[in-house]
Structure formats: C-alpha cells, structure tokens
C-alpha cells in the first residue's frame, strides 16, 4: 500500500460488526447442531470500568446469540472461593468459554487465578498452555485485541506475507501475541520496547506499525515511512484544553502526513476486542465439542 493525500481510516467499529454478524451466523450453525455457545464471566469487586466492560460483553453475546452466565462477586472474594467457582466453571459441559475480568483485587493471586481457567475455555488467550500453543503455531486460543488487530490488516492490506511490521511493545496481552500472529501471517517482524535502541529508525523501516505502549502520542510523523500502515492499540485518558479525552499511542494528526491507513482511537482497535471475544467462544465450542460436526477452527502453519 503506497502513501495517499488522504489516508484510509480503519473503520474498527464497521470491522467489529462484520466480525459479529458471521458469529451470529455460526452460533445459528452451532444450535442447529444440538450446541448452544455459552460464556461465563466473572466479575470481582465493584470497579467501575470493569463494570462498564462486562456489560458490554455481556450485551454483544447476546446480540450473537450467546448464552452469557454473570458472576458478580464482592470485592473481599477470598481466592480460594474465586478458584473454586472457577473449579465448577471448568467442569460444566454447558459453558464453553470462562472469562476472568481484569484487574482483580490486590489480594487475588491474577497470575494463579487465570492459569485455573481450562485452556480449552481460555478465551482471553491468556493460558501458560495457549501462550506456548501460539508461538508454536498451534490450534489454540488467542488473545482477543492482537487477533482484532491481526483482522483489520488482513482486511486493509490482504496478503500479509513479506511484509515488514514492527511491535511497539512486549506486553503478554497484546506486543508478545501480536507478534506471534504476524509471524503466522508471514511478516518479518521486529519488536521494540523501552530497552531498544534506535527506535525511530526502526520503525521508520516498517511497512506496518502496531503500537502498544501505553504512552500516549508517543509516535509521530517522524517514526513512520511514507505509506506505513499504523495500528494503535493505546487507549490513554488525557487532560486537554481543559478537557478529558482519549487519545492512543500514535500522534493521530501527525502519524496522518505519513500514514496510509490509520486506525483512529476511540472507534479503531477497540470494538474488535469484544468482537473477537466471541469468535474465542465459538472456538471454544467447537473444541471442546467436535462431535457436533462442525467445522474445527485451524490455523495456518508457519512455513
């Protein structure tokens, strides 16, 4: 893709519908089957922005056809009572996929209480077991945001192959899975972080930026290339003109006079979390029930 006067903005809310609407299709195929996908979350303490996104995990489920389970639990929830819902979670054949909301209290153990989810209903991808089945390339479930990310530059560039990407951080969530995905896509791939030396010109080498930081408009014009395909997964709340407002990784006016599509923060990478929240849960389905018949999801091998 070569540089435009006006570049493509990466329309991650239309995306994200797409995405919804061909899992609303399978979850039809899945019930004609005898299967009927059903998501369990769980929610610790009262915070308000976790609040706000179970609900909307919980309303796009439904919106697909999923069947959504709610376990809200106080805040002082000891970590043995959480693992051992978890226990039960793990052992009912009619909830396929088990999702955890972050953060959890200080006093829960985060990393013991995601690795108690079953890999098979792991559909944040989070899993010591999926961690390695991704980067070994195989069948397993992956973290939500880098697989939205990974869609949206299949859709806006096609084949990925060749091409050059750098990772703009090495986060388990999204830097490390993001350039796992990319490999598989057949890029080569080169992942900076705050160690790095010469980050600006490397990624002024890359064909595809994928930012993912936490710092907000740290990448400007001057670290992309004329024609570069920008991702910013950063969501940062700043204080402007007087104002609150969100802002991503990338200088969004600037990264523009280089840009040859950008996805724009809010309304880019966001929406294809949750929508790539259910295809996990359709995975998860099938996975755990090949009976059914259907379709198992695959992932391409690595040459």
């Given amino acids: 893709m070569s540089a435009a006067s006006t570049p ?15 899992v609303g299709r399978e979850v039809i195929a899945l019930k004609d089957a005898g299967l009927a996908p059903a998501l369990a979350v769980v929610l610790v303490g009262q915070d308000p922005a976790s609040q706000v996104y179970v ?4 309303l796009r489920a439904e919106e697909c056809g999923i069947r959504s389970l709610e376990h809200k639990l106080p805040a002082d929830t000891a970590e ?4 051992a819902l978890i226990h039960t979670l793990n052992g009912d054949d009619s909830v396929h996929g088990i999702l955890v909301q972050l953060p ?31 980067s070994q390339g195989r069948d397993v479930l992956t973290p ?17 192959t060749g091409k050059h990407a750098v990772v703009i951080g090495r986060s388990n969530i999204v830097g ?52 570069a395909v920008v991702i910013d997964v950063g ?18 006016d600037s990264a523009l006079a280089h840009a040859a599509a950008i996805t724009p923060v809010p309304g880019g990478v966001g929406p294809m979390t949750i929508a790539f929240l259910m295809k ?16 198992q999801p695959s992932m391409e091998n690595p040459a």
């Avoid at 493509?8 to 061909?22: F, N």
């Fill in 8 to 22: 493509l903005l990466i329309d991650g809310k239309a995306a994200a519908a797409r995405v919804l609407a061909e």
């Fill in 55 to 58: 609900r909307n995990k919980v």
């Fill in 80 to 83: 043995a009572d959480l693992l």
């Fill in 104 to 134: 959890l209290p200080g006093h829960i153990d985060e990393s013991r209480v995601l690795q108690a989810v079953s890999p098979l209903k792991d559909v944040d991808g989070f899993h010591a077991e999926n961690v390695g089945g991704l």
């Fill in 144 to 160: 939500c945001t880098p697989a939205g990310c990974l869609r949206l530059l299949q859709d806006t560039c096609g084949n990925l």
């Fill in 176 to 227: 490390k899975p993001m350039a796992a995905l990319l490999l598989k896509a057949h890029c080569t791939v080169t992942v900076v972080h705050s160690r790095s030396a010469n980050l600006k010109e490397l990624c002024r080498q890359a064909d595809i930026v994928v930012a993912a930081v936490g710092r907000p408009r740290l990448v400007d014009a001057e670290w992309l290339k004329p024609g």
């Fill in 235 to 252: 969501i940062n709340r700043i204080e402007e003109d007087g104002r609150s407002k969100l802002v991503g990784d990338v200088d969004f």
């Fill in 280 to 295: 996990n849960t359709l995975a998860a389905a099938r996975l755990q029930h090949p009976a059914a018949g259907l379709p």
